[in-house]
C-alpha cells in the first residue's frame, strides 16, 4: 500500500485490559511516520487509560453498552467519524460493530485480523498469529503500512500530576511502605482465585512488613470488603477509590502486583511493576499475560480441562473449579518471594 496515511483510527471498544494492550500502537505510529495523526475509539470506561498519552492525539467515546447501544447511534457516530475523514482505519477488535463503524464512516482502507467474523468489511486482512502475545499481534496490523515485526514495545499509562498527588496524599495517610498491591477481581467469576486465599496471602505477607494494597473497580468492592473483614483491617482497601490511570500510580509504587487474570495485571506491566499473574480457566499462550516474561511470574495449575473458554466464564463448566481451587497460597506466595529476591 502505496497511500500516504496521515489520519488513523485504532479502534478498540472491548475492555480496559484490551485498550492497555493497543497502547504501543499509537507510540509505533508516531516513531514510525511523520505528520501523523492517531485517534482512538473507545468506550466511556476506558477513555481514562489514554488521557495524557503524548502518542495520542484525539480520544472519541462510543458508549455501545449505554446511551449508544441502539443501532441508530452507530449510524450517528459512523456519521460524525465520516466528517473527520480519517484514511485509515486499525481494527483489533474483531467484532461486527466495530467493522460496521469503520465502513459506514467511509474510511477508505480499513485493516483487521483474518480471523475476524466481520472481514467481508475490511479492505485489508492481516493473518492472526495464535502464537504472539496480543501486543505483538496488534502491531502486526502496521504491516498494512510497511512497517514490519515490532518487539519489546510494552504497554504505556501515563498518570497525570494530579493522579500523582492523589496518589501520594493517600499513601502518607494510610502510612504505605514496601507496599504489594493485590486485585482480586474480575469481570468474569471463573478468573477470580479464592478471596479467603487472597486474604491468607495478605494476612502472611503482612507479618513481613509489607503494606498490603487492594485494587480494583466498582464491582471488586464485595470480595475487596471480604478480604479486608477476614484481615482485621490489616490491609487498605482502595477498591473503588481510584480510577484506572490513578489506580496504576499506585501499582507503580508497589514491589508487586498478584493479580488475577485481568485488567490490573495489564495495568502493571503498563506501569513497570513485577506482576505475579493467577491463570484459572485461560491460559497464558492465548497471548494476555502481562507482557515482559523476564519481569512477570504466571501461577497456574496444568489440567487437561484448561482452557475452558477464551475469557472465563460465570460457572466452571464441570462444576469442580479446580483450575484455581488447586492453587495453593503457599504457590503464590513463593512466586511473590521469587520477584522479590530477583529485583535486590
Known sequence: MNTQIFKILIVQTAYPGDVILTTPMAQILKEKLQQVEVSFLVTPTTRELLENNPFVDHIICY???????????????????????????????????????????????RA??????????????????????EVERNLTLLSVLGIGATQGVAPRIFPTDEDKILVDQLFQQYQIQ???????????????WLSERFAALAKQLRQEGHSIVLIGGVNDQKIGKEIEIECKGQVINLISCLNLRQSA?????????????????????????????????????????????????????????RPCSNHGSKKCPIRTFECMNEITVDMVYEAVQDVLINEQ
Open 63 to 109: 458508549d455501545k453498552h449505554g446511551k449508544e447501544r441502539w443501532p441508530w447511534s452507530l449510524l450517528k457516530l459512523a456519521k460524525r467519524l465520516k466528517k473527520m475523514n480519517f484514511d485509515l482505519a486499525l481494527l483489533p477488535h474483531r467484532s461486527w460493530r466495530s467493522a460496521l463503524l469503520a465502513f459506514f464512516s467511509h474510511i477508505p482502507v
Open 249 to 305: 500510580e499506585a501499582i507503580r509504587r508497589c514491589r508487586v502486583l498478584v493479580s488475577n487474570d485481568s485488567a490490573p495485571a495489564h495495568l502493571g506491566a503498563a506501569m513497570d511493576t513485577p506482576v505475579v499473574a493467577i491463570f484459572g480457566p485461560t491460559v497464558p499462550s492465548f497471548g494476555f499475560s502481562p507482557y515482559g516474561k523476564e519481569k512477570h511470574r504466571i501461577v497456574e495449575k496444568k489440567l487437561l480441562c
Open 112 to 133: 483487521g485480523f483474518d480471523r475476524s467474523p466481520a472481514t467481508i468489511l475490511y479492505t485489508q486482512q492481516v493473518p492472526y498469529a495464535t502464537q504472539r502475545h
Open 178 to 192: 514496601d507496599a504489594i498491591a493485590l486485585a482480586p477481581g474480575s469481570v468474569w467469576p471463573t478468573k477470580r
